[in-house]
């Protein structure tokens, strides 16, 4: 299988690239003109390249944990079945509350008092 030319890149620009796609590789390799191969083969073991990767990334995600926490105040039930699903401190909470609330109540909650917790818990 042929080769396409090979572009001469510095970590300079392969970092403006992942800076500019927040993290994307594909959508940076594409920015920059080279292949996944070449990217890999090169920055494979970048520790400057591996590590502004892992903070793009934690930046990313708490981007959309954010917008997704916007949402679950909004009422969205979706939104609130992803970020229970992704924040296991938020599932570990909402079951403690509910625990406690069954316990204190003796009896399990309402569609009402379900709600209120969830607001309690989510703003």
């Known amino acids: 299988m ?3 030319p090979s572009i ?7 970092l403006e690239a992942l ?3 927040n993290g994307v590789i594909n959508d940076a ?4 003109g080279i292949g996944k191969t070449q990217f890999y083969r090169k920055y494979r073991y970048d520790k400057e390249i ?3 990767l892992k ?3 934690i930046s990313g995600f708490e981007e959309v944990t954010d917008i997704l926490y916007k949402l679950c105040l909004n009422g969205d039930t979706k939104a609130i079945s992803l970020y229970l699903k992704y924040n296991p401190e938020a599932k570990k909470q909402l ?3 509910n625990q406690t609330l069954t316990i204190k109540e003796e ?17």
């Open 8 to 14: 001469r890149l510095t970590k300079k620009q392969v």
């Open 2 to 4: 042929a080769r396409g």
């Open 107 to 123: 009896k399990p909650l309402t569609p009402e008092e379900k709600e209120a917790l969830k607001k309690e818990l989510f703003g």
């Open 95 to 97: 079951w403690i509350e």
């Open 19 to 21: 800076e500019q796609t």
């Open 55 to 57: 903070e793009l990334h």
């Open 50 to 52: 591996e590590e502004r």
């Open 29 to 32: 390799i594409r920015l920059l």
